[in-house]
């Protein structure tokens, strides 16, 4: 897992991290084993630079810096003191013509002359054929045979503009990797809500590395998702990351904090409502056995999250009975038919039914509390 959040995912519109914030995420990242680190792109200022050599001093994880294929942000890079430096160049016409106003020839020459300063200084070269979901195939082709011949450890195949699908970029992984003994990491942008899929596609098809970003933050409608892609690895395909888990979601709140990017509730992993029921059926059924309704090979305990049973508009007998009695009451079934009544109509109206508004319901039915019978034994 290669962690963006510091680089790309700051570059989310409107997002900023200060100094402060760059440690306090990187610290997280480290101590939850995260196994590299992109902490920024160090030519970009003063201040930039400090927080990257900051970071790669302080933390055990692989830390990376991005440059261009231009030799002051290599520099800049290595004089950082990261453990990898990760170089770009365009590669789709369009972007050749329009962004870099460079000729294919040229965006070859340059990728080579930057991996070969970096390996000769050397530090870990990732390189990075930027949009190479846009590019002609047989141009990938020749850039990556190119950059394998001057000792590129790490090729990094962007999907920059979010267009693969998973069957596609597992394609083109595979084709990759035909050309190359470099390893090949994977960089999904979610522009059709595709960069989680497209990251699992990439391993699939004999990625090694995923670049991921906490809560998918990034450029446009963001990245492939930390905790979609550690958990999917995880829960799904069996794989030990090792990576700690139970601090997911605190990282996710951590993140959220700093970015001001609100978490959508309906988020995967570390939504509010990822683990939290309202409907009857669903909520009868977790209550007797979380796996009727939920994964059951991820639980919120693996990310550090609790399970919710929300009172509202859909809520069922059994959620109700279940609240009533977390917070000390004993009702009858009659006494819990006409509370979920009341918490339906409630709820009907928007109004959230909380702990205090279940309280004045349940004692305006006359339901037993546990301390009202602890008086009375006295």
Request: hydrophobic share 40%; proline share 3%.
């Amino acid at each position: 897992m290669f962690d963006t959040t510091l680089r790309d995912g700051e570059q989310s519109p409107r997002t900023s991290f200060s100094y402060e914030e760059k440690r306090d995420i990187a610290e997280t990242l480290d101590d939850m084993g995260t196994h590299v680190i992109e902490a920024g792109f160090p030519v970009n200022s003063e201040a930039e630079f400090e927080a990257v050599a900051d970071i790669a001093a302080s933390t055990d994880a692989t830390t990376c810096g991005l440059a261009r294929v231009v030799d002051k942000d290599i520099e800049a890079a290595l004089d950082s003191g990261v453990d990898m430096v990760h170089t770009f160049v365009s590669t789709s016409d369009v972007q050749l013509a329009d962004s870099m106003h460079a000729s294919r020839e040229e965006a070859v020459e340059r990728a080579v002359r930057s991996v070969e300063h970096v390996r000769d200084a050397g530090v870990e070269v990732m390189f990075s054929p930027m949009d190479a979901t846009r590019t002609d195939e047989d141009f990938l082709i020749e850039v990556v045979e190119a950059v394998s011949e001057a000792g590129v450890d790490w090729i990094n195949l962007p999907d920059t503009c979010g267009v693969a699908t998973p069957t596609r970029f597992a394609r083109m992984v595979a084709t990759v990797r035909e050309h190359t003994d470099a390893r090949i990491d994977v960089h999904a942008h979610d522009d059709f809500g595709l960069a989680s899929a497209n990251a699992m596609a990439g391993f699939e098809a004999g990625a090694a590395q995923a670049q991921v970003s906490v809560n998918g933050i990034g450029e446009r409608a963001g990245n492939a998702a930390y905790e979609e892609v550690v958990m999917a690895a995880e829960s799904l395909y069996g794989v030990d990351t090792g990576i700690d888990t139970t601090k997911i979601t605190e990282l996710a709140r951590v993140v959220e904090a700093a970015s001001d990017i609100p978490v959508p509730a309906n988020k995967p992993v570390v939504g509010r409502n990822a683990f939290s029921h309202e409907s009857g059926i669903h909520a009868a059924g977790v209550i007797e056995n979380a796996d009727t309704f939920e994964p059951g090979v991820m639980t919120p305990e693996m990310v550090g999250a609790t399970r919710e049973f929300v009172l509202g508009k859909h809520t069922g007998t059994h959620s109700v009975r279940k609240r009533l009695a977390d917070i000390g009451f004993e009702p009858t079934d009659a006494e819990v038919r006409e509370v979920t009544r009341r918490v339906k109509d409630h709820g009907a109206e928007k109004e959230r039914v909380d702990d205090s508004t279940l309280e004045v319901f349940a004692r305006d039915v006359g339901i037993t509390h546990e301390d009202d019978t602890e008086e009375v034994r006295a």
